[in-house]
């Protein structure tokens, strides 16, 4: 049985017996908001005290009880009070929040050591505890709201006296904590990713900590932050949560250890049945229905709902997870998972990611060593029912068909479908399947993904385009593997030479990749031939459309001088890493690891300008990263302009055709239109393909693209 210990009522809530962890003078609870003003509290006159008692009020000690100009004791009513109080104005209103509406004032609870803003509403709370409340705020039907000595607000610190082991880490990437990282408010997927990397580099590790550490104090006593206008009603437990401005929260069963991030522009809400433990949630959030939470940290405008499970995660902005099972992993923005019976464990996905039903990424537990890992590039997509060997590793834009994959798989192709070959019965990679069967989806989440970025704070650059920096040099790789890939298919012939003759376009050549799948099975790659010439199509395009870019940032400067001091300063292709969805060079990532081991960077602050440092940088890094590109598969490629420039606007033609082609296979396949009495009812239901608001659009966004690389073109030619 647990002991209780005995202590006088006169000691409840403060001026405990003073602990060997605290400061001479210091009392268990020290540290109240510094915006308050002191001056603006008065006592209680004599015949406030008489109306309160009236009005069945206690008091441990009425002259503990401070109230600014404005108080009116009649709006309190059978309240306990113990420690001390502050209370501001309370005048003769009611609050309204949506169908909720509430009387100004304290009512039927218990409060120990609060501050109180002016024109709250507080009713049938059992215990509210050591908070200073905003004003404007409404908390109904509570039964316990309290903040303790020690609270952390999902922070990963140790305060005075405690051991080190009580620590909160966030296991990130792997089932045993190899590579776990300490949550702190603030930080971002980058920062997590950052310290997730390089674990055999026990100094940089250790800085990491350092710099964490130093972010909070280890002092105790610490009052909770209850910001204003928050509603919170039905709801069990409250306990060390930290709320920003606007909050909502309507029957939760248990909320502890939590930092709520919350304004005007960017509610946070928390719904029904919820159980949130040891995280922090930041701007714009939705968490409702069911869900579990633990050791997490959810970035701005992301959602939580619908039983799912957060474990030991990071998740991105602009994210959904529902239903499903999430443990163990590191999320970039825009990740959706959305059904059920998916699952998602010991991974690093790099954002622009969908999970699919039935989809099952996680350790096996059949093999001798540790868990195993997965890591995958930006728009991961595992299809129906696909499940997952760890270790496994994908470039960007991968998809994965339906299927049980018996064997470790690690694709550098990026824009890849991936398959069982029934025919063969090995693996079957079909080489740039989206710009050749579904350009649609491609060019539609590249939109969706920027047009749906809710953030207020867009405090990090992320990257929605299929073609960047990172994706440019997995396809320069992809044009490299895929001519040694045809070369070993040939006996050692010329695989360039092979993938350049059009006449080989339909030649039957069974071509076979090595190193992809950890199996005897063998790895067959399909539409080779056309995938490697989309691949240079795209860098020439690429390189056109950044330029036009560049042209219309620099509106003064001569198209033909932007584009020759670039190619001046183009050497070597970098190389890039995404780092929690904003893409940088890995060099310069490299240096600023130095300078944390150095020493000169000894904040996450400095890390966070670092970031926007990078982001300004982008635009015109990425036009050199394009130009790059181009250069690798053609080093003359400018001194013909005009050749170039018809080039892209060729593939310009071929990507917006392919979205509607791709399209327009949903109202052609017949089994579809099985569904439906005749072709207009087809139409009437999901749309007619001419009026898909998405398809014009492209086709005026591309018209327009043209026109304008026209008029570049004979700009750059002067």
Same mark, same amino acid.
């Given at each position: 049985?647990?002991?209780?210990?005995?202590?006088?009522?006169?000691?409840?809530?403060?001026?405990?017996?003073?602990?060997?962890?605290?400061?001479?003078?210091?009392?268990?609870?020290?540290?109240?908001?510094?915006?308050?003003?002191?001056?603006?509290?008065?006592?209680?006159?004599?015949?406030?005290?008489?109306?309160?008692?009236?009005?069945?009020?206690?008091?441990?000690?009425?002259?503990?009880?401070w109230v600014k100009e404005g108080f009116n004791p009649y709006l309190v009513k059978n309240c306990r009070f113990f420690g001390i109080n502050r209370i501001g104005i309370l005048e003769s209103c009611y609050l309204e929040f949506k169908n909720l509406r509430?009387?100004?004032?304290?009512?039927?609870?218990?409060?120990?050591?609060?501050?109180?803003?002016?024109?709250?509403?507080?009713?049938?709370?059992?215990?509210?505890?050591?908070?200073?409340?905003? &004003?404007?705020?409404?908390?109904?039907?509570?039964?316990?709201?309290?903040?303790?000595?020690?609270?952390? +607000?999902?922070?990963?610190?140790?305060?005075?006296?405690?051991?080190?082991?009580?620590?909160?880490?966030?296991?990130?990437?792997?089932?045993?904590?190899?590579?776990?990282?300490?949550?702190?408010?603030?930080?971002?997927?980058?920062?997590?990713?950052?310290?997730?990397?390089?674990?055999?580099?026990?100094?940089?590790?250790?800085?990491?900590?350092?710099?964490?550490?130093?972010?909070?104090?280890?002092?105790?006593?610490?009052?909770?932050?209850?910001?204003?206008?928050?509603?919170?009603?039905?709801?069990?437990?409250?306990?060390?949560?930290?709320?920003?401005?606007?909050?909502?929260?309507?029957?939760?069963?248990?909320?502890?250890?939590?930092?709520?991030?919350?304004?005007?522009?960017?509610?946070?809400?928390?719904?029904?049945?919820?159980?949130?433990?040891?995280?922090?949630?930041?701007?714009?959030?939705?968490?409702?229905?069911?869900?579990?939470?633990?050791?997490?940290?959810?970035?701005?405008?992301?959602?939580?709902?619908?039983?799912?499970?957060?474990?030991?995660?990071?998740?991105?902005?602009?994210?959904?997870?529902?239903?499903?099972?999430?443990?163990?992993?590191?999320?970039?923005?825009?990740?959706?998972?959305?059904?059920?019976?998916?699952?998602?464990?010991?991974?690093?996905?790099?954002?622009?990611?969908?999970?699919?039903?039935?989809?099952?990424?996680?350790?096996?537990?059949?093999?001798?060593?540790?868990?195993?890992?997965?890591?995958?590039?930006?728009?991961?997509?595992?299809?129906?029912?696909?499940?997952?060997?760890?270790?496994?590793? +994908?470039?960007?834009?991968?998809?994965?068909?339906?299927? &049980?994959?018996?064997?470790?798989?690690?694709?550098?192709?990026?824009?890849?479908?991936?398959? &069982?070959?029934?025919?063969?019965?090995?693996?079957?990679?079909?080489?740039?399947?989206?710009?050749?069967?579904?350009?649609?989806?491609?060019?539609?989440?590249?939109?969706?993904?920027?047009?749906?970025?809710?953030?207020?704070?867009?405090?990090?650059?992320?990257?929605?385009?299929?073609?960047?920096?990172?994706?440019?040099?997995?396809?320069?790789?992809?044009?490299?593997?895929?001519?040694?890939?045809?070369?070993?298919?040939?006996?050692?012939?010329?695989?360039?030479?092979?993938?350049?003759?059009?006449?080989?376009?339909?030649?039957?050549?069974?071509?076979?990749?090595?190193?992809?799948?950890?199996?005897?099975?063998?790895?067959?790659?399909?539409?080779?031939?056309?995938?490697?010439?989309?691949?240079?199509?795209?860098?020439?395009?690429?390189?056109?459309?950044?330029?036009?870019?560049?042209?219309?940032?620099?509106?003064?400067?001569?198209?033909?001088?932007?584009?020759?001091?670039?190619?001046?300063?183009?050497?070597?292709?970098?190389?890039?890493?995404?780092?929690?969805?904003?893409?940088?060079?890995?060099?310069?990532?490299?240096?600023?690891?130095?300078?944390?081991?150095?020493?000169?960077?000894?904040?996450?602050?400095?890390?966070?300008? +670092?970031?926007?440092?990078?982001?300004?940088?982008?635009?015109?890094?990425?036009?050199?990263?394009?130009?790059?590109?181009?250069?690798?598969?053609?080093?003359?490629?400018?001194?013909?302009?005009?050749?170039?420039?018809?080039?892209?606007?060729?593939?310009?033609?071929?990507?917006?055709?392919?979205?509607?082609?791709?399209?327009?296979?949903?109202?052609?396949?017949?089994?579809?239109?099985?569904? +439906?009495?005749?072709?207009?009812?087809?139409?009437?239901?999901?749309?007619?393909?001419?009026?898909?608001?998405?398809?014009?659009?492209?086709?005026?966004?591309?018209?327009?693209?043209?026109?304008?690389?026209?008029?570049?073109?004979?700009?750059?030619?002067?």
């Amino acid at each position: 049985m647990n002991r209780i210990d005995k202590k006088p009522l006169s000691k409840l809530g403060f001026d405990f017996v003073t602990p060997a962890f605290l400061e001479e003078g210091q009392s268990e609870f020290d540290h109240r908001n510094s915006n308050i003003d002191l001056g603006a509290y008065r006592p209680l006159a004599p015949r406030e005290i008489s109306i309160l008692e009236a009005n069945l009020n206690e008091a441990e000690n009425w002259k503990d009880v401070w109230v600014k100009e404005g108080f009116n004791p009649y709006l309190v009513k059978n309240c306990r009070f113990f420690g001390i109080n502050r209370i501001g104005i309370l005048e003769s209103c009611y609050l309204e929040f949506k169908n909720l509406r509430m009387p100004v004032g304290l009512y039927n609870s218990t409060l120990i050591s609060c501050d109180f803003g002016d024109n709250v509403a507080i009713d049938r709370v059992n215990l509210l505890s050591h908070y200073q409340i905003g &004003n404007e705020v409404m908390i109904l039907q509570v039964n316990e709201l309290a903040t303790t000595a020690t609270a952390k +607000f999902g922070n990963g610190i140790v305060k005075k006296g405690e051991e080190e082991r009580i620590r909160i880490w966030m296991e990130l990437g792997n089932e045993n904590g190899g590579r776990k990282v300490i949550p702190f408010v603030g930080m971002k997927p980058a920062d997590a990713f950052l310290w997730t990397q390089d674990r055999d580099d026990t100094l940089l590790q250790a800085k990491y900590k350092e710099m964490t550490i130093q972010e909070f104090s280890s002092k105790r006593g610490f009052y909770g932050q209850i910001g204003d206008r928050t509603v919170i009603k039905n709801t069990g437990i409250i306990k060390d949560v930290n709320m920003g401005t606007d909050t909502y929260i309507k029957g939760a069963n248990k909320l502890k250890n939590l930092t709520i991030i919350s304004n005007a522009e960017a509610s946070t809400q928390i719904g029904e049945g919820c159980e949130i433990v040891n995280g922090i949630i930041h701007e714009g959030c939705r968490i409702f229905y069911g869900v579990k939470a633990v050791r997490f940290i959810l970035a701005a405008h992301s959602q939580l709902k619908y039983g799912a499970r957060l474990i030991n995660s990071f998740l991105g902005s602009n994210s959904t997870i529902s239903c499903c099972e999430v443990l163990n992993a590191l999320i970039f923005p825009a990740h959706e998972q959305h059904h059920n019976n998916s699952f998602l464990c010991a991974a690093i996905v790099k954002g622009q990611s969908n999970m699919a039903a039935g989809a099952t990424l996680g350790s096996n537990h059949n093999s001798r060593g540790a868990d195993g890992e997965l890591q995958a590039g930006r728009g991961f997509w595992p299809g129906l029912s696909v499940a997952l060997k760890h270790n496994s590793k +994908f470039a960007s834009f991968n998809l994965i068909s339906k299927g &049980n994959y018996p064997g470790e798989i690690h694709n550098p192709l990026p824009f890849s479908l991936i398959g &069982n070959d029934d025919s063969e019965g090995g693996l079957l990679i079909i080489a740039g399947y989206w710009f050749q069967y579904n350009m649609y989806a491609l060019a539609r989440n590249a939109w969706k993904f920027a047009a749906r970025d809710q953030r207020t704070d867009k405090d990090m650059l992320l990257e929605f385009d299929f073609l960047a920096p990172d994706t440019v040099s997995e396809i320069l790789q992809g044009i490299n593997l895929l001519e040694k890939w045809v070369s070993d298919s040939l006996g050692g012939g010329d695989g360039k030479a092979w993938l350049n003759d059009p006449a080989n376009a339909s030649n039957p050549l069974a071509i076979y990749a090595t190193g992809i799948e950890n199996t005897k099975r063998r790895t067959r790659i399909a539409k080779a031939h056309k995938a490697y010439q989309i691949f240079h199509d795209l860098l020439y395009y690429h390189a056109a459309k950044e330029w036009l870019a560049t042209s219309e940032r620099h509106p003064s400067a001569s198209p033909s001088d932007l584009l020759q001091a670039t190619l001046k300063n183009a050497t070597a292709i970098q190389v890039w890493e995404n780092l929690g969805g904003q893409l940088i060079p890995s060099g310069v990532i490299n240096e600023m690891k130095e300078d944390i081991k150095s020493g000169q960077i000894t904040h996450w602050k400095q890390v966070h300008e +670092f970031y926007e440092k990078q982001a300004a940088l982008y635009p015109e890094q990425k036009f050199e990263n394009a130009l790059n590109g181009l250069l690798q598969i053609n080093p003359s490629a400018f001194e013909n302009i005009p050749a170039w420039i018809d080039r892209a606007i060729a593939t310009a033609d071929f990507l917006t055709a392919g979205i509607e082609r791709s399209r327009s296979k949903d109202y052609e396949d017949p089994f579809r239109l099985a569904m +439906f009495g005749n072709a207009a009812e087809l139409d009437a239901v999901i749309g007619d393909v001419k009026e898909n608001e998405f398809i014009q659009e492209a086709k005026i966004r591309f018209s327009i693209f043209k026109e304008k690389l026209k008029k570049l073109m004979v700009n750059g030619e002067r």
